[in-house]
């Protein structure tokens, strides 16, 4: 059964870039989508985007401009930047499998919490 | 942007029915998932493309999609299905979640 595990710091000072990955265990990254997902602490859900193993990208369009998805499959996991961060995106941030077939997130990571402050 | 609209809470007394609707713009013309969150962990897939069931998911939950509004219901609710549900769907390819609805078993 695949795991994702997400990992990087858990603080990041206003204005600097947040990073974050995650990594594949028990199944290639070779095939479906990857994707992030955050949630404010006593929040909802909020989609952040997808990469496929190619390299192809979808980003959410509130988040677009701030947000770049790489992949690295030598090393079956995927990264998330987010640049110019401010409080607002203090959250959890989540890694999940979106099935290519199917459209839904069916494997999660634990989450990591990534606080911004000064 | 879209919006998928939930009520914030649901109670229901062990063994009975709760009901969660979620609504959007002509949301039955697009397939709907359900995802439960338990405190401190990552969401679950409990239903998806409107009305199936992942392997594992107990029989009673069952959901349907019509009109602007989709329904998860959970019949004959255990304790252990107290957790925030959130609907999610697909418009021009951007993933949207619900406001989710944290249910109560009491």
């Known amino acids: 059964q695949v795991q994702l595990q997400e990992s990087g710091p858990g603080l990041v000072k206003p204005s600097e870039t947040l990073s974050l990955t995650c990594t594949v265990s028990g199944g290639s990254i070779n095939s479906h989508y990857w994707s992030w997902i955050r949630q404010p602490p006593g929040k909802g859900l909020e989609w952040i985007g997808h990469i496929y193993y190619s390299g192809s990208t979808n980003y959410n369009p509130s988040l677009k401009s701030r947000v770049t998805m790489s992949v690295d499959t030598s090393n079956n996991q995927f990264s998330l930047k987010v640049n110019s961060v401010a409080a607002a995106d203090t959250a959890v941030y989540y890694c999940a499998r979106m099935s290519a077939y199917n459209s839904y997130f069916d494997s999660w990571g634990q989450g990591a919490l990534v606080s911004v402050s000064s | 942007s879209y919006e998928l609209t939930q009520p914030p809470s649901v109670s229901v007394s062990p063994g009975q029915t709760a009901s969660i609707t979620c609504s959007g713009d002509?949301?039955?013309?697009?397939?709907v998932y359900w995802y439960q969150q338990r405190p401190g962990r990552p969401p679950l897939l409990v239903i998806y493309?409107?009305?199936k069931r992942p392997s594992g998911i107990p029989v009673r939950f069952s959901a349907s999609n019509s009109g602007n509004t989709a329904t998860l219901t959970i019949s004959g609710a255990q304790t252990m299905d107290e957790a925030d549900y959130y609907c999610?769907?697909?418009?021009?390819?951007?993933?949207?979640f619900g406001t989710g609805t944290k249910v109560t078993v009491l």
């Open positions: 999610q769907a697909w418009d021009s390819n951007t993933g949207v």
């Open positions: 002509t949301l039955a013309e697009k397939y």
């Open positions: 493309e409107d009305k």
